[in-house]
């Protein structure tokens, strides 16, 4: 017989409920985070009483001035590009995320996503689901976003 002990250890007093989100279940919307992205609930968050929230970010428009250097008070979050790309500093490191790359930001790193492609589109995974994000100064300058053409 499986040891269930942990998932019983686990369960109260927390939601940890069945979820199934179809893409037409959930729609794009721009009230998020980030006013130029559009995020799609997956059902997450109330699946898991705020524990952890995921949703699918796509690109609204193009990218001016990005997201600022900031950090998240965060016990875990990733980033999975599943479309396109996007350009991240993570202190003083340029780095590019492209479509099936992973990214596991530590909890507090100082980042400023600067530039992305029109079909950029990622999952983000981040618990708790109530995260917070602060702004803060940044470890060096930022490249300038390309054009879209």
């Given at each position: 017989m499986p040891d269930t002990s942990a998932v019983a250890a686990i369960s109260p007093p927390y939601v940890s409920e069945f979820s199934h989100v179809k893409p037409g279940d959930t729609e794009a919307r721009s009230e998020g985070l980030r006013d130029f992205f559009r995020y799609r609930d997956l059902g997450i968050l109330a699946a898991t009483g705020g524990r952890v929230i995921a949703h699918i970010v796509t690109a609204a428009r193009a990218p001016e001035h990005g997201t600022?250097?900031?950090?998240?008070?965060?016990?875990?979050?990733?980033?999975?590009?599943?479309?396109?790309?996007?350009?991240?500093?993570?202190?003083?490191?340029?780095?590019?995320?492209?479509?099936g790359d992973c990214v596991h930001q530590r909890p507090g790193i100082v980042h400023?996503?600067?530039?992305?492609?029109?079909?950029m589109e990622y999952l983000e995974v981040v618990g708790p689901g109530d995260f917070a994000t602060t702004e803060c100064d940044g470890p060096c300058p930022v490249p300038a976003p390309a054009a879209w053409v």
């Open positions: 600022g250097w900031h950090y998240h008070t965060a016990d875990f979050h990733i980033v999975i590009m599943l479309k396109g790309w996007a350009k991240f500093m993570y202190e003083d490191k340029e780095t590019l995320v492209a479509a400023y996503l600067f530039d992305y492609s029109p079909d």
